[in-house]
């Protein structure tokens, strides 16, 4: 059950501020990938969010004890709690997917954050990650947990379907792509797509098409020699001054700024 990733979500703010980050990748069963980091500052851990359309998991690994948070996607940069050991690891999950449990639902995850029971997504999983010794046993413990909540999932409605299509072809697109193709391309009228999408994601798909961009956005502005006109018109924005506007909004700083910061991180 491989997914042909297209978007791999990212948090800058915790590459940037965390020590020790490991990833191990995923391409299943809608999961993007694993990471396991530590934050040593003071008793209360955060960093900042910004929008990628995704859900995370993190588990905040204590000696005796694991406290367990779940996030859907932030409208713009917000502080994100991260629990108050040094420890955690997490689960991020591919833009628009992830199966989740009876007691949770998308409405309930936008733009927050949750401490629920982790062990709703397994039996005594949080035990077993707790105990485990590293970032890839973890992450097998988990995959092999969420497999069966994955494989309960009975024959997809036609609701479903449409859902599913419209979340492929907006990551694909990375964000590129109108309510008015997605009409034409499905033969539904663009209110009834935005009520479906709306009904398993808590936004738009409108939303969720600048997240996917951003996203994108996020990933060239990385690449050496690039001008920002250019990254403006291949990541599908107005112009230079619409993707640098919306760059702030996203992630709080100007995109001058995160540039140096992020040289500075390598």
């Given at each position: 059950?491989?997914?042909?990733l297209?978007?791999?979500?990212?948090?800058?703010?915790?590459?940037?501020?965390?020590?020790?980050?490991?990833?191990?990748?995923?391409?299943?069963?809608?999961?993007?990938?694993?990471?396991?980091?530590?934050?040593?500052?003071?008793?209360?851990?955060?960093?900042?969010?910004?929008?990628?359309?995704?859900?995370?998991?993190?588990?905040?690994?204590?000696?005796?004890?694991?406290?367990?948070?779940?996030?859907?996607?932030?409208?713009?940069?917000?502080?994100?709690?991260?629990?108050?050991?040094?420890?955690?690891?997490?689960?991020?999950?591919?833009?628009?997917?992830?199966?989740?449990?009876?007691?949770?639902?998308?409405?309930?995850?936008?733009d927050?954050?949750?401490?629920?029971?982790?062990?709703?997504?397994?039996?005594?999983?949080?035990?077993?990650?707790?105990?485990?010794?590293?970032?890839?046993?973890?992450?097998?413990?988990?995959?092999?947990?969420?497999?069966?909540?994955?494989?309960?999932?009975?024959?997809?409605?036609?609701?479903?379907?449409?859902?599913?299509?419209?979340?492929?072809?907006?990551?694909?697109?990375?964000?590129q792509?109108?309510?008015?193709?997605?009409?034409?391309?499905t033969?539904?009228?663009?209110c009834?797509?935005?009520?479906?999408?709306k009904?398993?994601?808590?936004?738009?798909?409108?939303?969720?098409?600048?997240?996917?961009r951003?996203?994108?956005?996020?990933?060239?502005?990385?690449?050496?020699d690039?001008?920002?006109d250019?990254?403006?018109?291949?990541?599908?924005?107005?112009?230079?001054?619409?993707?640098?506007?919306?760059?702030?909004?996203?992630?709080?700083?100007?995109?001058?700024?995160?540039?140096?910061?992020?040289k500075?991180?390598?």
């Amino acid at each position: 059950m491989k997914d042909d990733l297209t978007v791999k979500p990212m948090q800058p703010y915790i590459l940037l501020e965390a020590d020790n980050l490991y990833t191990v990748g995923s391409m299943d069963m809608g999961i993007s990938h694993f990471y396991e980091f530590e934050l040593n500052q003071d008793s209360t851990h955060k960093t900042k969010a910004v929008p990628d359309g995704s859900v995370d998991l993190l588990f905040n690994l204590g000696r005796n004890k694991v406290t367990t948070y779940i996030s859907g996607t932030v409208f713009g940069v917000k502080s994100w709690e991260l629990g108050s050991n040094d420890r955690c690891f997490g689960v991020r999950f591919q833009p628009g997917k992830g199966i989740l449990p009876d007691e949770l639902s998308m409405e309930m995850l936008v733009d927050n954050d949750l401490e629920i029971d982790g062990d709703i997504f397994g039996e005594n999983i949080t035990e077993k990650i707790l105990m485990a010794k590293d970032i890839y046993e973890r992450s097998k413990i988990f995959k092999e947990a969420y497999e069966e909540l994955v494989f309960s999932r009975i024959s997809l409605s036609d609701k479903e379907k449409i859902n599913d299509y419209l979340v492929s072809r907006i990551t694909r697109a990375k964000g590129q792509v109108t309510i008015q193709q997605l009409e034409e391309e499905t033969n539904y009228s663009a209110c009834y797509l935005r009520r479906i999408f709306k009904s398993y994601h808590g936004i738009s798909p409108k939303q969720f098409a600048q997240y996917i961009r951003f996203q994108n956005l996020l990933e060239q502005i990385n690449k050496d020699d690039i001008r920002f006109d250019d990254i403006a018109l291949e990541c599908g924005y107005y112009d230079e001054a619409h993707m640098m506007r919306e760059f702030k909004n996203y992630t709080g700083k100007t995109m001058e700024q995160y540039q140096h910061i992020m040289k500075g991180r390598i």
